[in-house]
């Protein structure tokens, strides 16, 4: 399976990292080696001094598809899911600066964490409310509304240059709040209310 993820959809986001605002969807990827397997913490990475979570929410792909067309991208997932894109903002800010790549930055071991998924049938997307809890404090607290480039937009945006398989994971961006972990923060995410994930740094 494959990570994609977009960068920049949501606008208090974009300007807290002093961002352009992207014509059309900013995308990268993470390998499955990213998955942070399921209740294990996640250790900062001796190659960074400033890695900072971003909460998300994601899609699971169920269906073989390319070249989708925004009306049937519903066809092609029926479960939502809540995760973290961890981010080592430093390196990935010198990586910006140079114009390179920025995989170094987002897509090494354990940056992504998946986790549980629900059925997408109760919820409306396009008013999905999300929060990320730093040590019970609530630090990011997005509502789906706020994207610029909705679900659908995004899978008909990405199969356009990638086959979308079944089990593939779109992470759809980060709201305002992201910020640095330190060792022995919890972080915990809900989705319309429900515990999705937990998560302990070390
Ligand atoms: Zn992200």
């Not at 352009?20 to 390998?31: A, G, H, R, T």
């Not at 170094?104 to 409306?124: H, L, R, W």
């Not at 994207?147 to 759809?172: C, H, N, P, R």
Request: glycine letters at 6%.
């Amino acid at each position: 399976m494959k990570i994609i993820c977009i960068g920049r959809n949501y606008t208090k986001h974009i300007e807290e990292l002093a961002n352009e605002k992207p014509e059309n969807p900013v995308i990268f990827m993470k390998p499955d080696s990213a998955i942070l397997l399921k209740n294990n913490p996640f250790v900062i990475p001796s190659f960074s001094n400033d890695v900072h979570y971003e909460v998300e929410v994601l899609v699971k792909i169920n269906r073989l598809g390319k070249h989708i067309q925004e009306q049937f991208a519903y066809k092609y997932y029926d479960e939502i899911g809540l995760g973290i894109d961890f981010t080592a903002r430093d390196l990935q800010s010198d990586l910006k600066s140079k114009g390179l790549p920025w995989e170094k930055a987002k897509a090494f071991d354990g940056s992504a964490v998946i986790g549980n998924f629900i059925s997408k049938e109760d919820f409306d997307l396009n008013n999905l409310n999300f929060k990320l809890f730093k040590n019970d404090s609530v630090v990011q607290n997005g509502n789906t509304a706020n994207m610029l480039w909705k679900i659908d937009e995004l899978i008909a945006y990405v199969s356009q240059f990638f086959t979308l398989k079944i089990g593939d994971v779109i992470f759809t961006g980060t709201p305002a709040g992201v910020g640095k972990v330190e060792p022995n923060d919890i972080l915990s995410g809900k989705l319309e209310g429900e515990k999705m994930f937990k998560i302990k740094i070390k």
